[in-house]
């Protein structure tokens, strides 16, 4: 995975859920440089922690304003979340089980969390949120 940039792509134009959304290219970008000096075994169980307090965080916040202002589509949105929570903490027991988890998996669960949740996921929320004036 290459080193990666914010950029308006990422943007819901909401604030405080953009300001977490940057934390999570911060550590695709963490787990990118320790690959490439050959140090992800190293820092490994610190990423997963790291990805496992995100997701809860993230999702808890995302989730609470969609029960506030009662988003239409909170029910799937929070069950993708939990997909994600749980393929999250798997990796994470895995690694403490085993020692180790491939780099691999770690970097799919990054980019699943990126490109098939923030990019399209995330997105359907975006109008209705400006609509209720969030930004």
């Known amino acids: 995975m290459q080193h990666m940039e914010w950029s308006q792509k990422f943007s819901v134009g909401v604030k405080e859920f953009d300001d977490q ?3 999570l290219i911060a550590m695709i970008n963490k787990l990118n440089h320790a690959a490439r000096e ?3 075994l ?3 169980k610190n990423i997963l922690n790291e990805i496992v307090n995100y997701v809860k965080t993230h999702f808890e ?3 609470k304003y ?3 202002f009662s988003f239409p589509g909170y029910d799937d949105h929070r069950a993708e979340h939990e997909k994600f929570i749980q393929k999250a903490v798997s ?3 895995n690694s403490v089980a085993f020692g180790f988890v491939p780099t691999l998996e770690i970097v799919k669960l990054l980019r699943q ?3 098939d949740h923030l990019l399209k996921v995330d997105m359907n929320y975006v109008d209705f949120f400006h609509e209720k004036g969030m930004k």
């Open 113 to 115: 969390l990126l490109e």
């Open 42 to 44: 190293e820092i490994q």
């Open 21 to 23: 959304h940057k934390q």
């Open 91 to 93: 990796l994470q027991m």
């Open 66 to 68: 969609m029960r506030m």
């Open 38 to 40: 050959r140090r992800a």
């Open 61 to 63: 916040t995302e989730e």
